[in-house]
């Protein structure tokens, strides 16, 4: 059965930095590229970063270019996502995602809130 | 704004059919396979269709969906009352080297 499990999330400043997990298991993690997806609040799916299966490519929306990072750790079946310089509107659930172009597993989200 | 056009609202009876559209252009739906999600609150979204038209295992086969040129849509046939969600379509934008999603569309069953 696919898992994923994120985790990092919570309560931080604007300015501020977080740092997001999120744990692969179920399927060969190393062969598949993976995603970060997020939803503010009231909002719809946003799509924020892709990471290939060899960590070679990553791909970024233009709202996080510059301030988010992704990475991923495939003798640990973890991906990472680096988020600095947070906004206010950078306020959602942040779901780990399995695939590039078809996303077919889903985290269950963290939640990130970014204010002072 | 979303690079993808969906209508934010459908509804139905049980039973009925209901089409959900969504436009692009020649960078996304036009030149890639569009893929479809189903997001009922407080869960994880769904694959729900993959590749314009395939069901993943598991899928009812209610749901289907067809892509036209820089168009797509999802129809639900036989409306359940657990159909009540929001569904997303979407898709890789070449120009913008990223992931498309639409507004998604809230559907109601009457």
């Known amino acids: 059965e696919v898992q994923l499990l994120e985790s990092g999330g919570g309560l931080v400043q604007p300015g501020g930095s977080l740092r997001l997990s999120c744990a692969a298991s179920?399927?060969?993690?190393?062969?598949?590229?993976m995603a970060w997806v997020r939803q503010a609040p009231g909002k719809g799916l946003e799509w924020v970063s892709t990471?290939?299966?060899?960590?070679?490519?990553?791909y970024y929306a233009d709202s996080v270019k510059g301030r988010f990072a992704i990475s991923r750790d495939n003798s640990k079946n973890t991906v990472y996502l680096r988020m600095n310089s947070l906004r206010a509107e950078d306020t959602a659930v942040y779901y780990c995602?399995?695939?590039?172009?078809?996303?077919?597993?889903w985290g269950q989200g963290t939640l990130v809130t970014v204010s002072s | 704004q979303s690079v993808l056009t969906q209508p934010p609202s459908a509804s139905g009876t049980p039973g009925q059919r209901v089409s959900i559209s969504c436009s692009g252009s020649?960078?996304?739906?036009?030149?890639?396979?569009v893929n479809w999600y189903q997001h009922l609150p407080g869960t994880a979204p769904k694959l729900l269709i993959y590749?314009?038209?395939q069901r993943p295992s598991g899928v009812p086969d209610r749901f289907s969906g067809s892509k036209s040129g820089t168009s797509a849509s999802l129809a639900i046939s036989g409306l359940q009352s657990e159909d009540e969600a929001d569904y997303y379509c979407?898709?890789?934008?070449?120009?913008?080297?990223?992931?498309?999603f639409g507004i998604g569309t809230k559907v109601t069953v009457l």
């Open positions: 179920g399927f060969a993690y190393s062969s598949y590229a």
């Open positions: 020649s960078s996304n739906i036009g030149s890639n396979a």
């Open positions: 990471i290939s299966y060899s960590g070679t490519d990553t």
């Open positions: 979407a898709a890789w934008d070449d120009s913008l080297k990223g992931y498309v």
């Open positions: 995602v399995k695939g590039h172009i078809v996303l077919d597993y």
């Open positions: 590749t314009n038209n």
